[in-house]
């Protein structure tokens, strides 16, 4: 698949509205791999399958970062485009389908907000000369700590990246991720407790 593939028509969307936040997807997560393979060929009709699997999900994500439902579906609909057109970059060993998704979703979405700062700090320096150095200090400070987060959620295992994943980035409950990892919600709570623990530990700060 390249870049240039036009984007499909998922079938009858009812004006191209996601599902709602919080609706299951009709498949397992590991259906969801499946599939991604096979967007991955260029694949419409299991493109469509993935978009009903997961297009409530990635709005919920993008809503709860961005509070504005208009931004929350756009940014769905390029997060949906993304998955078309990168599913090859899906690695079913590093995690599931899922996760992956949920993870594009969430950073569409903090770029969306970066993006809007971004503007407003441009119009802000526009309207007057001098520059503010703390806040260059502070925006350069919160990109390295991204990085130094990615770092650190890079070298937990696979089932603790998951689970912190999608409570804390897509803001599900235990019970809910249980079900999408398709483990028991007991071994959810201890993965994510061992897991924020190391974080902390890697990250070098007091929770």
């Known amino acids: 698949m390249t870049e240039s593939q036009s984007w499909p028509s998922p079938g009858d969307r009812g004006a191209g ?3 709602a936040h919080g ?3 009709p498949g397992h997560a590991g259906d969801l791999g499946a599939l991604l393979a096979r967007v991955a060929r260029g694949d419409q009709p299991a493109f469509e399958a993935v978009y009903d699997s997961v297009a409530g999900q990635v709005f919920g994500v993008a809503r709860s970062v961005l509070r504005d439902p208009a ?6 609909q390029e997060v949906l485009l993304e998955v078309w057109r990168t599913a090859s970059r899906f690695d079913a060993g590093r995690g599931s389908g899922t996760a992956w998704v949920m993870m594009l979703a969430h950073r569409r979405a903090v770029d969306r907000v970066r993006s809007r ?3 407003a700090e441009r119009e802000s320096r526009a309207s007057s000369p001098d520059i503010d150095y703390d806040v260059v200090a502070e925006t350069v400070e919160g990109r390295l700590d991204a990085e130094r987060v990615r770092k650190c959620l890079g070298a937990l295992t696979e089932l603790q990246r998951e689970s912190i994943t999608l409570a804390y980035y897509g803001g599900y409950t235990y019970r809910e991720v249980a079900g999408l990892l398709e483990v028991a919600v007991g ?3 201890t993965r994510m407790r061992d897991g924020l623990i190391r974080l902390r ?3 070098g700060v007091d929770w």
């Open 187 to 189: 071994t959810v709570k």
């Open 117 to 119: 700062q971004a503007s």
């Open 17 to 19: 509205q996601p599902p």
């Open 201 to 203: 530990d890697c990250l």
């Open 23 to 25: 609706q299951r997807p």
């Open 71 to 76: 931004q929350a579906e756009e940014v769905a």
